[in-house]
């Protein structure tokens, strides 16, 4: 468990360690504060906020805004943790100047740590004006899902040897153009494993296998209070939703046969204001 807020060189240290670095996704303050109180490494707040938060069909419709609210929420929940922000789908497409200026909201409204952006050599230009800007730069490849309707659908990627050579030269080419660690999602452990030996920053997964430097995953999908779908490489650590459903049949069960309230819920009357109360209710109560 991290006793301070870690940086960049707490991250290439872990890497150069052999120490597996922790991410989790948060959007809000209470599930901020939850994952800096157990002790994670960073926090991505993510667009897949769309669908965990917003209840959308994908990440796409997400917007600048909402990133950056969640953002705020997650930064106060959790000043101690280095907090990623995820840059919705159109907020870096466009031009790299309006890369840049997405990336800067990032950091003056929320104070992020860094910024996440998905694709590999196609955004290679965008990756570098964000980087000299000054601004720390996670690439995303493999399973993209801003671009699951190009790519089919949310399918793991990489397992042919032209689609993983393809792969491994997005991972160089999100390297050479300044990023300073890189996500791989959904692909083959084999095709991970040798992105790994070929490039130098830390490679963190998801859907990647165990030989990565790190991994992330969705705090509601291992926390098991997102239903829609659940992907074939999430563990489930927790059923909230099942927790959460409970506990509010008990509460109405409670409500409906007058059990909640109880005393103990409740506020008495000043012991010394007891009598003045009793008298002026006679005035409307007969
Ligand atoms: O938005 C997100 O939560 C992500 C995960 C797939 C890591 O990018």
């Not at 996500?183 to 165990?210: D, H, S, T, W, Y």
């Not at 990565?212 to 829609?228: H, K, N, R, S």
């Amino acid at each position: 468990m991290a006793d301070k807020k870690l940086n960049l060189n707490d991250f290439y240290q872990m890497k150069q360690n052999g120490e597996k670095i922790t991410w989790i996704t948060a959007y809000d303050y209470p599930m901020a504060s939850f994952a800096q109180q157990a002790g994670i490494d960073m926090i991505l707040v993510g667009d897949s906020l769309g669908m965990l938060v917003y209840g959308y069909s994908g990440t796409v419709s997400v917007t600048m805004d909402e990133c950056i609210i969640h953002c705020k929420a997650v930064r106060r929940g959790a000043p101690d943790v280095f907090v990623v922000g995820d840059m919705p789908f159109g907020s870096y497409h466009t031009s790299d100047s309006d890369a840049v200026f997405n990336a800067v909201r990032f950091i003056k409204e929320a104070n992020v740590d860094a910024i996440k952006l998905e694709g590999g050599q196609r955004v290679a230009s965008k990756i570098k004006a964000i980087s000299d800007a000054g601004i720390v730069v996670i690439g995303h490849i493999g399973l993209t899902p801003q671009s699951s309707a190009a790519l089919g659908g949310f399918k793991a990627q990489g397992r042919t040897a032209e689609s993983a050579e393809a792969l491994i030269n997005d991972a160089i080419a999100v390297q050479n153009s300044g990023a300073k660690m890189l996500l791989v999602e959904a692909i083959p452990p084999e095709l991970a494993k040798a992105i790994k030996q070929i490039v130098n920053i830390p490679l963190l997964g998801i859907g990647a296998g165990a030989d990565v430097d790190g991994q992330v995953m969705i705090c509601g999908d291992i926390l098991g209070y997102f239903e829609a779908f659940t992907p074939k490489f999430v563990k489930k650590y927790a059923n909230l939703g099942e927790v959460i459903i409970k506990a509010i049949k008990d509460y109405i069960e409670d409500v409906k046969n007058v059990k909640f309230p109880a005393k103990e819920h409740t506020y008495s009357i000043l012991p010394e204001e007891k009598t003045k109360f009793d008298a002026m209710l006679k005035k409307y109560i007969k």
